[in-house]
């Protein structure tokens, strides 16, 4: 059940990819010999040993968050240097915290965010946004809207079937795109202005999504497109 529950929050999380779950450590350990990994939610009752132990077996690179029903352990567990200790039952609100924590140790974030002060030339026709664990370059003519959520961006192509979903704020991600060709409409929405093909009202339709514009930007997303009414 404990183990059920954690692979369902994992497989919740856009920019958490699962490699493996093991009900035995021997069966982990023998895993990680030939395909290492960044991190590991790792229980502290195991059978043949502990987590803890389990946990000073591995790798340096390798990090852990304990799940546990007992408060006891926790000092030992963060006395290796663990990233997160999870109460059982371990609620997704909870999960999604320690996660992000250990997100951003491991710096998941796209290379360009890393340099706020650089700004990308308008003369580049690409930027490279790293998402599960991978550098992904997207060309800006794919690109239809860009979706803030929290602490992560999902970011929509006409190349992708699915959304690509990187760490980031929309602040961030405004700056680094050319404003000539993208324009924030909402707090939560970025679009590429070169890919709207119809605006109704208060709202931006790609197929069928509709794009909410707010009144904090539509004045200036209305000068646009005077600027394109014939």
């Keep these: 059940m404990a ?60 990090k ?72 992904k370059r997207i060309n800006y003519g794919d690109i239809l809207y860009l979706e803030g959520l929290k602490d992560y961006v999902k970011l929509y192509t006409e190349t992708e079937q699915t959304p690509i979903v990187f760490y980031a704020t929309m602040k961030s991600v405004e700056q680094r795109l050319p404003s000539d060709r993208f324009m924030r409409v909402h707090r939560s929405f970025i679009v590429n202005l070169e890919k709207i093909t119809t605006i109704e009202r208060y709202r931006i339709i790609f197929g069928k999504e509709r794009i909410p514009i707010s009144k904090q930007y539509k004045e200036v997303f209305d000068e646009f497109v005077k600027k394109k009414f014939l």
Excluded at 9 to 25: A, C, S, Y
Excluded at 29 to 55: C, H, K, R, W
Aim: aromatic share 12%.
């Design 3 to 62: 183990l059920g529950l954690i692979v369902s929050h994992i497989n919740r999380t856009p920019f958490l990819e699962l490699k493996g779950q093991f009900d035995n450590p021997i069966d982990a350990m023998e895993y990680l010999q030939s395909n290492p990994v960044q991190l590991i939610y790792l229980d502290i009752q195991m059978p043949d040993f502990t987590g803890v132990d389990f946990a000073r077996t591995l790798d340096e690179n390798c």
């Design 64 to 135: 852990v968050i304990f799940t546990t029903a007992y408060e006891k352990y926790a000092v030992e567990g963060f006395r290796l240097h663990a990233l997160g200790y999870l109460l059982k039952p371990v609620s997704y609100e909870v999960f999604l915290d320690a996660t992000q924590h250990a997100q951003k140790h491991f710096n998941w974030i796209d290379l360009a965010m890393q340099q706020p002060d650089k700004q990308l030339r308008s003369d580049e026709d690409y930027l490279f946004v790293k998402a599960n664990a991978q550098l």
